[in-house]
């Protein structure tokens, strides 16, 4: 049946279901599915199958109809889903520059004060611990490490993974507990999966989160779990798929991105019920608080969705193409049947009529514009969050990069284009990506160089073309194009810039331009720590200590400074304390070969060889190729008298072009040692 939301059934008058208990829920689990579009789902009316799991929770529960995200962001629309404030409000305007204030009360501290336990599993490396969600969750496991991806899927879990940590979390824990579950499949780049072969990638994705889905609900079936538990499911945003010219999301506020799946189950409605009122993410926090009969938190932008209170409008923004490419930001506000966009070009739509938004009616319906501009006013004019973002460490700038989201940000305040007048730049960013992903390192660079003919004033179309270059082998190119956009002023830019400086021995210019950096809204922690490096490259180990450990107070999953400041102690002999550096970089993130390598160091020197030589065989899994791994592992087999293989790994070393000098000379000297002088 269809019903209104003010006539929606309370809590404890629902007629039973499987998953509409008659009392307070004791349990709650939230499903987040990355990138879902509603219109994708069967239970949304999609004409293929793509999800019979979360169509059974539809007919057991209430769907609604008209639920939006209130930014086409993993990290924002997340941030916002757990406490129930617009991005205005959280000051979590991007994926990647922000972290979740610890001023915010998330819904897992709300609940965990309240002697629930709590637990978290992300997919995907925008929800990363780093950025600030993890308040108030017993467990937060972001880990993805495990899974042997190929390089461009790496920061993403796939569903039957973070699934089983899951439901292994269930069977160990003990009601009342608060579980949040994303799945992060159907973003893009789309998997293969030949089970789903007859679907679009896209599709597919969806339909092998769905199963994923269908497990969780079915190991809580066998824990006796399911009549004790409210149970939402939902997603970040949607998926433009081309529609507007967008090949993803992140850009535009059209409903192809902004419209979600929202079920609710066991909040004692009767099942099959279909909500046609406007509702956000924001209102999932005080509707759960409702559920479980805890006084709702004061201040929030969310409403119980079963209050019976109808909302009038909802709003929503990206500030992704400022940030990121030097575009205008965009809001939009939005009634059950017209949705007004802010934009240097405006754009207003009268839903009913015109459900695709084709039709722009700005110009010859004025008195709807200043109506909803009235309604847009005070969420502006309230607005907490800085424009000028923090910039990402180096391993959170690569993990971005390789879900196809470019970092930069901006806080100029001269005029900038409407994103609809460069739809076509993003196209051919797109293309570029795809190119990177397939390795196709030249395609990329000359796709990036038409681009940025077209439109040079975009800083991370500028700082990707600096990092292919690198990557390509032109390093020398890379920073002389970096110099050429220090007028710039742009933080990502100013410290790839440094980082030239450093590494060509120009240590004081790089450090001067670190300040710039700094000046222009770069991260305390990542100044710090690139600085730390400036002096380390000096000798200047005390320095360099000093510094880590500032970027470290700044930022306590820093694993990037964790890793540098346990080379460091290894560089000093201090090897127990490199040890602890090393154990909290385990504990924070996926192992590099950088990590595993120093760690490793420290364990031979600290007298566990056996532990030593673990550690390198994980970095040489990751790193099969690197001289210095191989040397590193072949010294550690040699000590523990397994020569053979030592021999082997040096004569692989030295069969290697082009490797530093004093690693042949190391690799030599060890040789002579194995076979006797020989």
């Not at 509702?279 to 409702?290: F, G, N, R």
Request: proline share 6%; hydrophobic share 40%; glycine share 8%.
């Amino acid at each position: 049946m269809r019903i209104a939301p003010a006539s929606l059934i309370p809590w404890l008058l629902a007629a039973p279901s499987a998953c509409s208990p008659m009392k307070v829920p004791q349990n709650v689990v939230i499903i987040s599915i990355d990138t879902l579009r509603a219109d994708h789902l069967a239970c949304y009316g999609h004409g293929r199958s793509t999800s019979p799991a979360i169509d059974a929770l539809a007919r057991q529960g209430t769907l609604f109809e008209n639920a939006f995200t209130p930014v086409p962001l993993t990290l924002p629309a997340h941030t916002s889903l757990l406490t129930g404030l617009y991005p205005t409000r959280t000051a979590v305007r991007d994926n990647g520059f922000y972290r979740a204030s610890e001023e915010l009360v998330l819904l897992g501290e709300s609940l965990k004060a309240r002697g629930f336990r709590t637990a978290a599993f992300v997919s995907g490396f925008p929800l990363n611990r780093r950025f600030g969600l993890d308040q108030g969750f017993d467990t937060y496991d972001d880990r993805t490490s495990a899974h042997n991806l190929p390089a461009h899927h790496y920061p993403e879990r796939p569903a039957g993974a973070t699934v089983d940590a899951a439901i292994n979390w269930l069977r160990e824990t003990a009601s009342p507990f608060f579980l949040f579950v994303h799945l992060f499949d159907p973003h893009a780049p789309y998997r293969r999966h030949d089970e789903y072969a007859g679907l679009t990638p896209y599709d597919a994705e969806i339909a092998y989160a769905d199963a994923a889905v269908g497990r969780l609900v079915a190991a809580m079936d066998d824990l006796n779990l399911r009549e004790k538990t409210l149970i939402v499911v939902t997603a970040d945003h949607g998926e433009s798929l081309g529609e507007h010219g967008e090949p993803t999301h992140g850009v535009f506020l059209y409903d192809s991105t902004l419209r979600v799946p929202l079920i609710i189950c066991g909040a004692g409605s009767a099942g099959g019920v279909h909500a046609n009122g406007l509702a956000s993410l924001v209102d999932i926090y005080p509707t759960v608080q409702s559920a479980l009969r805890i006084p709702l938190s004061p201040g929030l932008d969310g409403r119980d969705l079963f209050s019976g209170a109808a909302r009038e409008s909802i709003y929503a923004e990206s500030f992704y193409p400022r940030l990121d490419l030097g575009w205008s930001e965009l809001r939009s506000i939005r009634t059950r049947s017209e949705k007004l966009i802010d934009a240097p070009k405006a754009e207003l739509y009268r839903l009913l009529d015109d459900p695709r938004e084709l039709h722009n009616r700005y110009a010859v319906d004025g008195e709807r514009v200043e109506s909803l501009r009235k309604e847009l006013a005070p969420i502006v004019r309230d607005e907490r969050s800085p424009l000028t973002p923090t910039a990402p460490d180096t391993e959170t700038r690569e993990k971005l990069r390789s879900l196809g989201y470019l970092q930069a940000g901006t806080s100029s305040s001269a005029p900038l284009p409407d994103p609809k007048d460069r739809v076509h730049l993003l196209v051919k960013i797109d293309e570029a990506i795809a190119a990177i992903e397939k390795g196709d390192l030249t395609a990329a660079l000359s796709t990036l160089r038409e681009t940025l003919a077209t439109d040079p004033g975009s800083p991370e179309i500028a700082s990707l073309y600096a990092d292919l270059l690198e990557r390509s082998g032109a390093s020398e190119e890379s920073c002389r194009f970096l110099a050429t956009t220090r007028n710039l002023r742009h933080p990502r830019l100013l410290l790839a810039l440094a980082r030239c400086q450093a590494d060509r021995g120009a240590r004081s210019e790089a450090r001067e331009t670190l300040r710039e950096a700094a000046a222009a809204g770069a991260d305390d922690a990542q100044v710090a720590n690139e600085t730390a490096i400036t002096y380390a490259l000096e000798g200047n180990r005390a320095a360099a200590v000093e510094l880590f450990q500032r970027a470290l107070a700044r930022d306590p999953n820093f694993l990037e400074a964790w890793v540098n400041l346990g080379h460091l102690h290894n560089q000093q002999g201090q090897y127990s304390e490199a040890s602890k550096c090393y154990d909290r970089a385990l504990a924070i993130g996926e192992p590099t070969a950088s990590l595993l390598n120093g760690a490793a160091i420290a364990m031979l020197n600290g007298g566990d060889p056996a532990k030593a030589e673990s550690l390198l065989r994980s970095s040489l899994a990751l790193q099969p190729e690197s001289p210095g791994v191989q040397l590193n592992l072949a010294r550690v087999l040699s000590a523990r008298g397994k020569k053979q293989e030592a021999l082997g790994l040096v004569e692989g070393v030295l069969s290697h072009h082009g490797i530093p000098a004093d690693i042949a000379n190391a690799a030599q000297a060890l040789r002579r040692e194995l076979t006797g002088g020989h």
